[in-house]
């Protein structure tokens, strides 16, 4: 088996960046998650989850124009690079795997 | 630029610690998000969901970058650590006992920050409470008038403003075959939309049915032993012997005790329309308070409109006119509450009592950090080498000073957790004696006690800690190693701050014997009756005397049964009486034929009233001071009064007309004999332990009048005002004495345990020299005599200046100060001091000089 280097919590974050596409950036990922998660997710645990995606090379960033709703600070933009796309589907893969091989029996 | 909205301590913290590169995009996204929140949630929930966030930011991925590598850092925290906890291990002693006085300090400093936040945050527990606003009628001489009419919330209703009507009153509940009072609140159903009411489960009561009743959880137990009785019928009397069963609806929690509304059941007000036969429309009838939410207008907006509401409002209330109406905020309202016409909500604390906690915790808090201050300084003398070693090293005075400041934060870290465990049982003892809980610890966000225990640290770390460390690191090593640096008492620092605790102890301890013995002073007052056997029932028809009277008397308890208009205590009227041709200011009393003779009223003259009316009303009883004042013997001489003349029957020993709160002291007293049919009260002479005989007297009183509730009290509830006021300034003084002289006693104990090992090898000489034990003794009590000397006048003069003065505001009757006051507890103390260093001295003058003077 091919190990990901992918905790759950940065998978969802890849996927949040990968929903917002353009718009990428702190609050609408945090938002995003919180949303979809249905919980509160703080942006001191996102910012943990994007230092390490970044250092993994999964994902990168680019500042963006100023804006008037942020005080005149930038936004910063988050893509997700080929080799955070092929981690994603890796890690879909194995799941997608492994969910064969549940007997149905288990959710009658 | 930060937002104005943003508050502004974690954004300077948050831009404080987190790193350059990250500050922009974090910062930005957070302020993005607060401003969604404002628009979703309110501001209130926006500004708590920023500093949690904060809160949840520092991790070392934000941090700033230091520019030692985290390596060296560790290695150096190591180090001081290893230095800390060696001087920790040398000294266990003097360090805990250090850390339990600072600890017991900072326990107290939270008492004092609950009565700051109490007021501060009064009311915002009310999440729409910007938006809340109460309608006041502003008049031109009179008070403010608090109370509103019942029609001005359907007319604001009908100009499309949102406006809630909200009246309390006493009910009678009937239980099984008793009925007790209680108090109930009527309000419109969007009165709970606005101030929100969580439920026990959780949601929020929302009002739909004029048969539903919503109690509290106290209530819940009350009524029926059941923490949540959902479903089950309250059954009330109305004024108008009426019943009438209510469902419970829901249990409420209850809210924290900073906010104006309060009570033990809620229903619509439609229930108050119906029950008390008040009109929707009536602008005479007057209700508590009527209230707005403003959430789409300007106040302006809707002041203009409440003000075309002046002139019906004036036409209905001659003796009520008002100039216009003012909206004032619920925040806001609470701190002038007291001062309105007609008053039914809670308001903040006086000021004057938050002043007094908060100086008087933190002049603990002071003290407790003076106290580090001098033992720190103390405790540096026994490593003097060991700083001259540091700095012949190579080590800067930077690196000693951070040393010190490690070790000192360390401890008062330690002491800070330490004092939660003393908060846990000294916060509950405190607030039981007190009649209001104040410091509701459960009540509080988390976050606000973590930031309330950071601060104290950061605060109490710089000020009790920075002095030593810049003290002690100043010292030349040279001189250190030469034995030519004396540390001893003669730091001018540490004196002032020895006499400056001493002063409080004097002023506390003083205040403390000056309050309990006023308070047995009064106590134990004569008030001229008998306060202790009477218990007084008032009636709600004269003819329900007679009925009482015959079923009392076959009780073998109940002595005497009386019928009385006025009751001493509680009600007279103030008259005129014209006596010799000049008319007197006194104080009326009506009462029944028998009533002076059963309240135990002393006759010094001539007789008490006849038993029967007609010959009774011919007469009046005055007390001797209406005697003293008129200067002549008044027996039999006629007194003219509301256009009739009366003989003086009979002059009787002054006594008290009111509780002795305030100005009610004793006056000039008429008293006549009262008919039977202007009874109000049946006042009963018992014998034995008076609360079961008045719940013996309930239970005959349910069985004669089924539909009305019973309301009688005993006599002694004039005792009530002064006992509860002298309760808390006697616990007060206790609590703030024992908690100065048990930190001043720790401190000094260290002091001069500190000394005596400095100057061990100078008294082993001077007693090979032959000095004696005395001398030993006197030299180092010296500068203590001094201390205690200075510290002593200020301290004495400042209990007899601030109690005489609390005194005479509060109090009718009260002790005067005398020199015993002064005397004894000082010597008190003095008998503390020698206690807690005679022992230490003692020793060290029995040490034998060769134990002393030996070199290891």
């Not at chain 1, 993994?56 to 680019?62: L, M, V, Y």
């Not at chain 1, 005080?71 to 994603?88: D, I, P």
């Not at chain 2, 034995?688 to 008045?694: C, F």
Request: charged share 20%; glycine share 6%; with cysteine.
């Amino acid at each position: 088996m091919k190990e990901t280097g992918l905790g759950e919590f940065q998978e969802i974050v890849l996927l949040a960046i990968l929903i917002l596409d353009e718009n990428a950036y702190g609050a609408r990922i945090q938002n995003e998650m919180s949303h979809r998660l249905g919980r509160i997710v703080s942006r001191g645990a996102l910012h943990a989850a994007l230092t390490r995606l970044t250092e993994k090379n999964f994902i990168e960033s680019t500042f963006g124009g100023a804006t008037t709703e942020r005080g005149g600070r930038r936004k910063r933009f988050y893509s997700v690079t080929n080799l955070g796309k092929s981690a994603l589907n890796d890690a879909k893969t194995i799941r997608d795997e492994m969910w064969t091989l549940v007997p149905k029996i288990h959710f009658q | 630029m930060r937002h104005p909205d943003i508050p502004k301590w974690p954004y300077n913290l948050f831009k404080g610690f987190c790193h350059r590169d990250f500050f922009e995009e974090l910062q930005g996204d957070l302020e993005e998000n607060f401003l969604l929140n404002i628009d979703e949630k309110g501001i209130k929930a926006a500004r708590k969901t920023y500093r949690l966030e904060i809160l949840k930011l520092i991790r070392p991925s934000v941090m700033k970058k230091t520019k030692f590598a985290p390596k060296t850092i560790g290695r150096l925290a190591r180090n001081y650590m290893l230095t800390s906890i060696r001087s920790v291990k040398y000294n266990p002693g003097y360090i805990l006992s250090n850390i339990f006085g600072l600890a017991l300090a900072l326990s107290i400093s939270t008492i004092g920050y609950f009565y700051y936040r109490f007021n501060d945050t009064f009311n915002e527990h009310y999440d729409q409470a910007e938006y809340l606003y109460k309608i006041h009628g502003l008049r031109a001489s009179e008070a403010t008038l608090g109370s509103s009419s019942i029609a001005l919330g359907p007319a604001l209703e009908t100009a499309g403003i949102d406006a809630m009507r909200y009246h309390h009153e006493t009910i009678a509940i009937r239980q099984e075959n008793r009925l007790f009072q209680e108090s109930t609140v009527f309000a419109d159903p969007n009165y709970l939309e606005s101030f929100e009411l969580e439920s026990v489960s959780g949601q929020k009561i929302k009002m739909s049915n004029a048969d539903e009743i919503f109690i509290s959880q106290d209530m819940a137990t009350k009524l029926f032993g059941d923490v949540y009785p959902v479903g089950e019928l309250v059954e009330v009397v109305f004024p108008n012997e009426k019943e009438r069963s209510f469902v419970v609806k829901d249990v409420f929690k209850d809210p924290p005790q900073n906010v104006s509304f309060h009570f033990p059941m809620i229903t619509s007000f439609d229930n108050y329309l119906e029950f008390y036969k008040v009109e929707e429309n009536d602008w005479s009838s007057y209700i508590d308070g009527t209230f707005v939410n403003i959430k789409n207008m300007t106040p302006d907006q809707v002041e203009a409109q409440l003000n075309t509401f002046v002139e019906p409002h004036n036409i209905y209330n001659s003796e009520r006119i008002i100039e216009k109406f003012r909206l004032d905020n619920v925040l806001v309202w609470p701190t002038f509450e007291h001062t309105l016409a007609g008053r039914s909500f809670w308001n903040t604390l006086h000021p004057a009592s938050v002043i007094g906690t908060v100086s008087t915790s933190l002049a603990i808090l002071l003290l407790a950090c003076f106290n580090f201050i001098n033992t720190s300084i103390a405790l540096s003398g026994k490593r003097l080498k060991e700083i001259a070693v540091r700095k012949v090293m190579g080590g800067n005075r930077k690196s000693t000073i951070t040393q010190f400041m490690i070790e000192n934060s360390l401890m008062v870290f330690a002491a800070v957790i330490v004092s939660f465990g003393i908060s846990y049982f000294l916060i509950p003892a405190y607030n039981s004696l007190m009649t209001q809980e104040i410091v509701q610890l459960n009540k509080v966000p988390i976050e606000t006690i973590v930031y309330f225990s950071i601060s104290l640290i950061v605060f109490v770390a710089l000020l009790s800690g920075a002095y030593p460390s810049f003290y002690v690191s100043r010292f030349s090593s040279l001189e250190i190693f030469r034995d030519k640096l004396v540390l001893s008492g003669k730091n001018r620092l540490m004196v002032v701050l020895l006499t400056f605790q001493f002063f409080l102890c004097f002023y506390n301890f003083v205040s403390l014997y000056i309050n309990v013995d006023n308070s047995y002073y009064q106590e134990t007052l004569d008030r001229g009756y008998d306060v202790e056997n009477v218990i007084n029932v008032p009636l709600y028809s004269p003819e329900q005397i007679s009925e009482l009277e015959n079923r009392l008397n076959q009780h073998p308890d109940i002595l005497n049964v009386a019928g009385t208009t006025n009751t001493i205590g509680f009600n007279f009227r103030d008259n005129t009486a014209t006596i010799e041709g000049i008319e007197y200011e006194v104080a009326d009393l009506a009462v029944g034929t028998n009533y002076l003779q059963m309240m135990g009223i002393r006759l010094i003259k001539g007789s008490f009233f006849s038993d029967q009316y007609e010959v009774a009303s011919k007469y009046v009883v005055i007390n001797e001071m209406l005697e003293d004042h008129i200067g002549q013997d008044l027996l039999n001489k006629t007194i003219k009064y509301e256009d009739q003349l009366f003989t003086v029957i009979g002059v009787v020993e002054d006594f008290n007309l009111k509780p002795m709160m305030f100005d009610n002291r004793i006056k000039p007293t008429i008293i006549r004999a009262s008919p039977e049919n202007a009874f109000k009260y049946a006042s009963l002479q018992v014998q034995g332990e008076t609360n079961s005989i008045n719940s013996k007297v309930e239970i005959i009183w349910y069985e004669l009048f089924p539909q009305q509730l019973y309301k009688g009290f005993l006599q002694e509830r004039v005792m009530r005002g002064i006992r509860e006021t002298n309760n808390i300034m006697v616990n007060i003084n206790l609590f703030s004495t024992a908690i100065t002289i048990l930190i001043s006693a720790l401190g000094l104990y260290t002091l001069i345990a500190l000394k005596v090992q400095r100057r061990s090898k100078e008294f082993g000489i001077r007693k090979v020299l032959g000095a004696s034990k005395k001398v030993i003794v006197g030299l180092l009590g010296k500068d203590l005599y001094w201390i205690l000397g200075i510290a002593i006048v200020p301290g004495l003069a400042a209990a007899y200046l601030v109690n005489d003065t609390v005194f005479d505001i509060i109090y009718a009757y009260r002790i005067t100060i005398e020199l015993k006051h002064l005397l004894w507890p000082s010597i008190g103390l003095f008998a503390i001091v020698v206690m807690t260093i005679g022992y230490k001295v003692l020793q060290t003058g029995k040490l034998n000089p060769v134990e002393q003077l030996r070199m290891e």
